[in-house]
């Protein structure tokens, strides 16, 4: 049975690299649209969602590359498409949120360690 709290540690965690990626990402361009900004924070949600709901038998590294390309390449044509380019917006986007994927992946897998509710160990 899945539990609730690891879902809600998980979305809080997802949020929070989600304003962490936009405060950083305005440093790679100065003007970013209010759509970019709730992409932005919205696909890192989504994200530790996944993250906290699914859970895989699967090393946690896999499993958060996984989530992040299955939510973040979608992402990252969209703003491709909307006139953001290819490396300030679908490779950035990609890349920033493979790094936050892994990232929530392995907080979630040490939290599962210290409380034991799974078997795997993070490296």
């Given at each position: 049975?899945?539990?609730?709290?690891?879902?809600?540690?998980?979305?809080?965690?997802?949020?929070?690299?989600?304003?962490i990626?936009?405060l950083?990402?305005?440093?790679?361009?100065?003007?970013?649209?209010?759509w970019?900004?709730?992409?932005?924070?919205?696909?890192?949600?989504?994200?530790?969602?996944l993250?906290g709901?699914?859970?895989?038998?699967?090393?946690?590294?896999?499993?958060?590359?996984?989530?992040?390309?299955?939510?973040?390449?979608?992402?990252?044509?969209?703003?491709?498409?909307?006139?953001?380019?290819?490396?300030?917006?679908?490779?950035?986007?990609?890349?920033?949120?493979l790094?936050?994927?892994?990232?929530?992946?392995?907080?979630?897998?040490?939290?599962?360690?210290?409380?034991?509710?799974?078997n795997?160990?993070?490296?």
């Amino acid at each position: 049975m899945q539990s609730w709290l690891r879902i809600k540690y998980a979305i809080e965690w997802g949020f929070f690299f989600g304003i962490i990626s936009w405060l950083l990402s305005t440093g790679i361009s100065s003007h970013i649209p209010t759509w970019g900004v709730w992409g932005i924070i919205l696909s890192r949600t989504v994200m530790g969602f996944l993250s906290g709901a699914f859970i895989w038998k699967m090393p946690w590294l896999l499993r958060g590359v996984l989530i992040s390309l299955a939510v973040n390449i979608p992402c990252g044509f969209v703003t491709m498409l909307l006139g953001v380019g290819l490396v300030t917006g679908f490779l950035s986007f990609v890349i920033s949120g493979l790094i936050i994927g892994v990232l929530i992946e392995w907080i979630l897998a040490r939290q599962d360690l210290k409380t034991n509710h799974f078997n795997e160990v993070p490296n």
